[in-house]
C-alpha cells in the first residue's frame, strides 16, 4: 500500500469501516456467550448481533480499536505511517498529520499498534541457532524520584538493559558469502538478570536450538534451558564481531531509530519500540504488504 493507492481505496471513514467490517468476518466470529460463529450486521448499532442469543460485538470489540474513540480513518492513516518506512514515526508527527488537537489519543493509539506487532511476533519461533546479546539503551525515567537532592539531569538518565536474540540464516546467498540475518526479538530486561535471559531464550528457542553468545553470559545458565550453547571469548573482538556480526548490528540500528526519532523515552513503553522495530526488521522483504498484515495483527489483537 503506498501513499496513491491508500488515497483510492480509504477515502472517507465509510471505507475504512466497511474494509474493517469485511476483515473482521474473514476472520470468523465467535460469539461470547454462547459461542455461535453466525451474526447479522446491525448498522445502527455498529455491531454484530449473534443469530443465536442476540448477543452483541461491537465492530472495535477485540481488536486494537476497542476503548478508543478516534476515527477508523486514524487508525488506517497511522498503520499506513507506521508500516510505509523502515524507520518510524514519532506520536508528535503523526499528530501534526492527522491535525488532532490532543497528543494523548495519538501516542496511545500507536502504543497500541506497537503492542500488536510485539503480539504478532510471538508466534515466531526458530529451530536452527541463535545469537544472543545483552545490550544498554538509554531511557528516561518515567516514574517519580523520592531522592530529590539529585540534579534533574541525572535524575532523567536511566538505563534499559534489553536481551537481544537474532536468527542468522546458514544459507549463503548465491552471488557471495553474505548471510542474511532472519528473526529478531529484543526483550526488555527486569529482575533477576539470570532468570530474564533464561525467560528470553526459552520464549524464542526450542530445545534443540544452538545458542552462539560471548562470554558475558556465561553464567545465565542457558543451559538449563537450550541443550547446545557455544560461548565465543568476549577478550577476542574480532571472532566475536565475526561469529556476532547480526545481533551487533540490529542493536546499532534500533540505537539509532530511538534516538533519531524519538530522542527519548520512558522505560515502561521501551519494550513497544523494540516491537516496532523488530516487527519491521522480521518483514523487511514484504514490501507494500506490510500494511495489510500490520491491520490484520491490529484486527486479531486479542
Ligand atoms: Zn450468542
Known amino acids: 500500500m503506498n501513499l496513491l493507492d491508500f488515497g483510492r481505496y480509504f477515502p472517507n471513514e465509510e471505507t475504512c469501516i466497511e474494509h474493517f467490517k469485511t476483515e473482521r468476518e474473514k476472520n470468523g466470529l465467535r460469539c461470547k456467550r454462547c459461542n455461535n460463529t453466525t451474526h447479522y450486521w446491525k448498522k445502527d448499532k455498529m455491531a454484530f448481533q449473534c443469530k443465536k442469543c442476540g448477543y452483541r460485538t461491537a465492530l472495535r470489540s477485540g481488536t486494537v480499536l476497542e476503548n478508543s474513540h478516534l476515527p477508523y480513518l486514524y487508525w488506517y492513516k497511522a498503520i499506513l505511517m507506521l508500516s510505509a518506512t523502515k524507520k518510524t514515526f514519532s506520536a508528535n508527527e503523526v499528530q501534526c498529520q492527522l491535525r488532532h488537537d490532543v497528543y494523548e489519543p495519538i501516542w496511545k493509539m500507536l502504543h497500541k499498534i506497537r503492542e500488536a506487532m510485539g503480539k504478532r511476533d510471538t508466534n515466531y519461533k526458530p529451530t536452527e541457532f541463535i545469537e544472543i546479546d545483552e545490550s544498554f539503551f538509554e531511557t528516561t525515567n518515567t516514574k517519580k524520584r523520592k531522592d530529590r537532592k539529585i540534579k534533574r539531569v541525572r535524575e532523567n538518565q536511566k538505563i534499559a538493559k534489553v536481551l537481544v536474540l537474532i536468527e542468522p540464516i546458514s544459507e549463503k546467498n548465491k552471488h557471495n558469502t553474505y548471510k542474511p540475518a532472519g528473526h529478531i526479538k529484543m526483550i526488555v530486561m527486569d529482575g ?63 540505537k539509532k531509530i530511538l534516538k533519531g526519532i524519538h530522542h527519548c523515552n520512558g522505560k515502561d513503553y521501551l519494550q513497544n519500540y523494540l516491537n516496532e522495530f523488530c516487527y519491521k526488521y522480521n518483514r523487511r522483504y514484504f514490501g507494500e504488504k506490510l500494511f495489510e498484515r500490520l491491520l490484520v495483527a491490529c484486527i486479531n489483537y486479542s
Not at 520464549?203 to 553470559?217: M, Q, V
Not at 557455544?230 to 534500533?254: F, R
Open 192 to 254: 533477576s538478570r539470570a532468570n530474564k535471559i533464561n525467560r528470553g531464550v526459552e520464549a524464542i528457542a526450542d530445545n534443540d536450538t544452538i545458542i552462539l553468545s560471548n562470554d558475558n553470559n556465561k553464567q545465565n545458565d542457558i543451559e538449563k534451558v537450550v541443550k547446545r550453547n557455544y560461548i565465543i571469548k568476549l577478550s577476542d573482538i574480532k571472532e566475536v564481531k565475526k561469529t556476532l556480526p547480526w545481533v551487533h548490528s540490529a542493536i546499532g540500528n534500533a
